[in-house]
T-cell receptor
Framework: DTEVTQTPKHLVMGMTNKKSLKCEQH?????MYWYKQKAKKPPELMFV???????INESVPSRFSPECPNSSLLNLHLHALQPEDSALYLC??????????????FGPGTRLTVL | EDQVTQSPEALRLQEGESSSLNCSYT??????LFWYRQDPGKGPEFLFT???AGEEKEKERLKATLTKKESFLHITAPKPEDSATYLC???????????FGGGTRVLVKP
């Protein structure tokens, strides 16, 4: 099973709201990722957690705050977003083993609209 | 700077009309080249990983190949359900970022 789940599927929020996106995997993967994808563009990496520690932050604005409570869960806390932050937010996970490389498996995404 | 470029940007095919998608890359220390399929509004679905030049992998009507500078995704006798955006990406190390190409949007008409 290579399933990554994300909730909610859709989210509409105002610029003053605080909301959170959730991601879960039960594959024993030790790396988890947040990506942002705009229409007709490829995914853009935001954050990487390796062994529950933030290992990569791609200079993302502080209005996006990631959290990894345990090895199976990844959250993205949202606050004071701008309309241009509207996008599909994708979570992914990978094993981080000793093998040749590390396949990232993506969740279905959360479609975020900021009004 | 690491770069992945896909061509063409869009491809319209008749059902049964075979074609190839190109992914050229300049990723220093490449460990793996990935192909994903993405349907509108959904997350990318993993298709293949290629590790070294000369490697080939197949899945149903799809066949991926890798050279030292590029990768090809061949679609043989496509069906309308093969319509999607196909993304390729290079990886330098585990737990690291994928460098994505811009994608090729494939439309297969019956």
């Amino acid at each position: 099973d290579t399933e990554v789940t994300q909730t909610p599927k859709h989210l509409v929020m105002g610029m003053t709201n605080k909301k959170s996106l959730k991601c879960e995997q039960h594959m024993g993967h030790r790396a988890m990722y947040w990506y942002k994808q705009k229409a007709k563009k490829p995914p853009e990496l935001m954050f990487v957690y390796s062994y529950e520690k933030l290992s990569i932050n791609e200079s993302v604005p502080s209005r996006f705050s990631p959290e990894c409570p345990n090895s199976s869960l990844l959250n993205l806390h949202l606050h004071a977003l701008q309309p241009e932050d509207s996008a599909l937010y994708l979570c992914a996970s990978s094993f981080m083993g000793q093998g040749r490389t590390d396949t990232q498996y993506f969740g279905p995404g959360t479609r975020l609209t900021v009004l | 700077e690491d770069q992945v470029t896909q061509s063409p940007e869009a491809l319209r095919l008749q059902e049964g009309e075979s074609s190839s998608l190109n992914c050229s890359y300049t990723v220093s220390g490449l460990r793996g080249l990935f192909w994903y399929r993405q349907d509108p509004g959904k997350g990318p679905e993993f298709l293949f990983t290629l590790y070294s030049a000369g490697e080939e992998k197949e899945k149903e009507r799809l066949k991926a190949t890798l050279t030292k500078k590029e990768s090809f995704l061949h679609i043989t006798a496509p069906k309308p359900e093969d319509s999607a955006t196909y993304l390729c990406a290079g990886e330098k190390a585990a737990g690291n970022k994928l460098t994505f190409g811009g994608g090729t949007r494939v439309l297969v008409k019956p």
